[in-house]
């Protein structure tokens, strides 16, 4: 099964558990790990990530906490993988040149760098104000389909 790890699934819950707040508005850690159902320590953990990557600032003090570092439409949910998980790569050989000795005789190489390509180009087109609006079942989409197909008739 192809799936981020559990720590980049949190990340997202954080990084939309502040952004459901206004801008301006400073969370402390403590905050966040109760509003996202999270314990303490990972959240603690994954905010020092992503203030490493920019994408949170932290204010000291008896008020300090957490904030987005920039607006939310700002931010790709590929930003926060790689925040978390490090550049996106399907493969060795979708990192760049070099990376895997079976390159020269590899025959599916190109493939791979095509999907990576498209996973890469999805993640950074869906932004974190995207996650705050999930899209409908596909369930509800496809009866929704229906029901304007019969009404057309």
């Not at 204010?59 to 957490?66: A, L």
């Not at 869906?126 to 929704?144: K, Q, R, W």
Request: proline content about 5%; some cysteine.
């Amino acid at each position: 099964m192809f799936r981020v790890s559990r720590l980049t699934d949190y990340a997202t819950v954080v990084m939309t558990c502040i952004a459901t707040h206004p801008g301006d508005d400073v969370l402390s850690t403590a905050q966040i790990a109760e509003e996202a159902h999270l314990e303490l320590p990972t959240v603690s953990k994954l905010l020092k990530s992503l203030g490493h990557a920019g994408l949170v600032e932290s204010f000291r003090g008896v008020n300090g906490g957490y904030r987005l570092a920039r607006p939310a439409q700002q931010i790709s949910v590929a930003d926060i993988v790689e925040a978390i998980e490090g550049p996106l790569g399907m493969t060795e050989c979708t990192l760049g040149e070099g990376q895997c000795e079976r390159e020269a005789q590899c025959g599916v190489r190109g493939s791979w760098q095509r999907i990576n390509h498209v996973l890469d180009n999805a993640l950074r087109t869906m932004s974190l104000a995207d996650m705050l609006h999930p899209a409908p079942s596909p369930v509800a989409t496809v009866a929704l389909t229906e029901l304007k197909g019969r009404t057309a008739s």
